[in-house]
């Protein structure tokens, strides 16, 4: 397994032979930064276009093919079109937070996804509460949602607002349950600890029934946590137009929906992360052969690949069923989703205490 | 409590059953047409409405009987029937004829009310829909051959 760490700690020994430490880490933070934002912005335009590739299967349709070879040049396109597209002012709107709301939305989903490690030594957030951390800075989108809706001045974008505060607010409980529950079985929050743990089985194995139930649990409250699939009533068109961005236009609508589509990758990579075991193959204890076969495919690869599945079964979920009333999405989350998260807690403690995982 | 988790159990065989609808259309051949590259292979539904035509047999005889009927159905003033008196030689009776069929292809709606009415299938829709033409004129055509 290739490990990023050398050509990281390189750069680092380059800089600082050259210049002090201070300047130093200026120039790294800075260019880690822009590989970040770099790899935010690609990773949303290939989210944009999976879903309408994925869409269009899943009701018979080819999804787009005329502009590129196979559609690859459509979302490029409609990139330009939309960052040339005026960003209108709204006329008694609370201008500032108007403003501001789609930077908080972006800001917490780009603080998320600096937390996910792509592959051995790329970590960029990597400390011993990441998983606090990481459930901290997504869920300051939600106050980015509500100042949206509030500052537009629209009874659409109020609604749809208040919608996505009570959904999000509620799965959050679900998404901690979940990840608690491995976090049970791990002993530490640091991603690249947990990581490290699944090289002899991932969690989803190692954990057996519990995880499972957490896996499932994690992937429907993961769905309603960013607003989209059955749950996504905080922008039911039929109903709402779109929701808390209805008011937005040209780039400040883009940011909206990167940041949604972005946040639907770092919840499928963060279950891929703790369930699926991140950047780590799969390794049979035992079959020395294939192990090694499997450790000469990079862990970005594996990483990837395991989040781009994770994405497809949710796409699978969201394109499969209707929406959800208010009433029934508390419903699941209150009466379902969290006495059974709790239960499994429960159940994975004793599985840990008694040693029957793996 | 049973209820509950009867319920449970309940709903997520129906959520599953739903699932694998969703697989199966997943893997199955996509239905959308790609038209300009398959104009070759192209296949028309039998019931597509696309251009009135009048079926003439080997002798260039139609079944029209002049009676305008499907004149008289079409919504929009689309089709124009002239007629002619003609006389019978031998027995000297006078009955109607049909001189010229105009249809108007550029305010048909294809309602398919005139090929309903009429009563001797003189007139049935083609599939044919590829009627771009350059001025509104070329869309008034003579259905009847003579």
Known sequence: MFDFSIITSWVHGMLTSVMPLGLAVFIECVMVGVCLLLMYAVIAVVMIFMERKVCAAFQCRLGPVRVGFWGLLQVPADVLKMLTKEIITIRRSDKFLYNLAPYIVILASVLAFACLPVSKGLEVL???????????????????????????????????????????????????????????????????EIVARQADGWFLFKGHIPALVAFVIYLIAGNAEVNRGPFDLPEAESELTAGYHTEY????????????????????????????????????????????????????????????FVVWLLMWIKWTFPRLRIDQILTLEWKYLVPIGLANLLLMVIVVVFKLHF | MSNYIKGLFHGVGTLMTGMKVTMKEFFTPKVTEQYPENRATLKMYDRFCGELTMPHDAEGRNKCIACGLCQSAC????????????????????????????????????????????????????????????????????????
């Open chain 1, 126 to 192: 990597d400390f011993n509460v990441g998983v606090f951390f990481l459930m901290a800075a997504s869920s300051i989108g939600v106050v980015g949602i509500l100042l949206a809706g509030w500052s537009s001045n629209n009874k659409y974008s109020l609604i749809g607002a208040m919608r996505s505060g009570a959904q999000m607010i509620s799965y959050e409980l679900s998404i901690g349950l979940s990840i608690l529950t491995i976090i049970v079985l791990t002993d530490t929050m640091q991603f690249s």
């Open chain 1, 249 to 308: 236009s040209g780039m400040h609508f883009g940011l909206f929906y990167v940041a949604e589509f972005v946040n639907l990758f770092i919840v499928a990579g963060v279950a891929a992360t703790i369930f699926l075991g991140g950047w780590m193959p799969l390794h049979v204890a035992g079959w020395e052969g294939f192990n090694a076969v499997m450790d000469c495919i990079p862990g970005f690869v594996w990483f990837f690949g395991k989040a781009f």
């Open chain 2, 75 to 146: 919504p929009n003033g689309t089709i124009r029937l002239t007629t002619e008196t003609v006389a019978d030689p031998e027995t000297g009776k006078t009955k109607k004829r049909l001189a010229l069929y105009e249809y108007d292809l550029g305010s048909c709606m294809f309602c398919h009310l005139c090929v309903n009415a009429c009563p001797t299938g003189a007139i049935r829709f083609s599939t044919d829909f590829e009627h771009a033409v350059y001025t509104r004129e070329k869309l008034v055509k003579q259905l009847n051959r003579q």
